[in-house]
């Protein structure tokens, strides 16, 4: 059974860092995936990364948040951070023959709880 918990959220301050940890228990998925979600707004796909490394990026957090892989666990290092990147914070994972990497919820049927993180000015 796989399972998957968030670590690592918190509140900051606008241009401080925040690093996420997605703890997998069960086989390392073939890619592994970031979301987030505000109040009032719909679920959004940060950062991806699959099996080989590929990553990808919402165009929001390009140039400020890395996402990368420690065999089976993810991480998300988020820097430069703003208010509007205040959310509940989710981990996603899936397991296809491929590596390829998505943003899209829908793609990947093993979530975590969710971390908060909280950006003030």
């Known amino acids: 059974q796989v399972q998957l918990v968030e670590s690592g959220g918190g509140s900051v301050q606008a241009g401080g860092s925040l690093r996420l940890s997605c703890t997998v228990s069960?086989?390392?998925?073939?890619?592994l995936a970031w979301f987030r979600q505000a109040p009032g707004k719909e679920r959004e796909g940060v950062a991806t990364?699959?099996?080989?490394?590929t990553t990808s990026y919402a165009d929001s957090v390009k140039g400020r948040f890395t996402i990368s892989r420690d065999y089976a666990d993810g991480i998300l290092q988020m820097n430069s951070l703003k208010p509007e990147d205040t959310a509940m914070y989710y981990c996603?994972?899936?397991?296809?023959?491929?590596?390829?990497?998505?943003?899209?919820?829908?793609?990947?049927?093993?979530w975590g709880q969710g971390t908060q993180v909280t950006v003030s000015l």
């Open positions: 990364i699959g099996r080989y490394g």
């Open positions: 069960g086989y390392s998925p073939s890619s």
């Open positions: 996603a994972a899936r397991y296809l023959r491929d590596g390829s990497t998505s943003l899209a919820a829908a793609d990947f049927p093993y």
